[in-house]
């Protein structure tokens, strides 16, 4: 089973403007981690984000956590063809990793 | 550090067979962990071994097993398999000291199609 919810499923966007992707989740959280996958390869983690920490930023990432909605959000900006991809968020409980339903997310150049 | 590498990449069995996947994690981590990927039923947790013992389990048939060895390699094994069994495998370490925050290394995945 899933822990989180991803919104939206499929997002379009044209080079250089903003992709911003929702995770919704269920339980209480140690941790919530985004990765991004490439069609039908591994995942590659992204960015990490404590349940203490409201907002973190990596390059041209921003993560924010909202513990009382029980929600995240990746906001990727000047988006890039190479970004083109899937994206996971995974929450971190107390004994493991459970990944969300994903956002496919597709740069057009 | 050299990543995450599982063998084969590819695979295609026919129902009823077995097969057996491997998994070597990067140097040093001691958590193995295996996902399930489906379009239909997205990333789904299979087991998860640290130090050659399972520490958690998914929610799939016993079907599914898998072991861990001294040198923290790791191999899954799905026996008598049915079409549904047909998908990404994934495995990724990491330390696996879950009161830390930390990642896991995805390798780059077995696509098993069962025909």
């Known amino acids: 089973s899933q822990q989180g919810e991803e919104d939206p499923q499929a997002l379009s966007i044209q080079e250089g403007e903003n992709a911003t992707m929702n995770c919704s989740y269920k339980?209480?959280?140690?941790?919530l981690q985004w990765y991004r996958q490439n069609s039908g390869r591994g995942l590659v983690h992204l960015i990490l984000?404590?349940?203490?920490?409201r907002e973190k930023h990596s390059g041209r990432l921003r993560v924010t956590l909202d513990t009382s909605k029980k929600s995240s959000s990746l906001l990727i900006t000047a988006s890039r063809a190479a970004d083109t991809a899937s994206y996971f968020c995974?929450?971190?409980?107390?004994?493991?990793?459970?990944f969300g339903t994903g956002t496919r997310l597709q740069v057009f150049p | 550090k050299a990543g995450v590498t599982q063998t084969p990449r590819y695979l295609i069995k026919t129902r009823g067979q077995q097969v057996t996947l491997s998994c070597s994690p990067i140097?040093?981590?001691?958590?193995v962990s295996w996902y399930q990927q489906t379009p239909g039923q997205g990333l789904q947790f299979l087991f998860e071994?640290?130090?050659?013992?399972?520490?958690n389990k998914g929610n799939f048939p016993g079907r599914f097993s898998g072991r861990q060895f001294s040198n923290s390699r790791s191999e899954m094994n799905v026996s008598t398999l049915e079409l549904g069994d047909s998908a990404l495998y994934l495995c990724?370490?990491?330390?696996?000291?879950?009161?830390?925050?930390?990642?896991?290394?995805f390798g780059p995945g077995t696509r098993l199609t069962v025909t």
């Open positions: 071994y640290f130090s050659e013992t399972q520490r």
């Open positions: 339980t209480s959280i140690n941790n």
């Open positions: 990724a370490s990491s330390l696996g000291y879950w009161d830390k925050p930390y990642e896991q290394y």
């Open positions: 984000i404590r349940s203490n920490e």
């Open positions: 995974a929450t971190v409980g107390t004994d493991k990793l459970i």
């Open positions: 140097s040093g981590h001691r958590s």
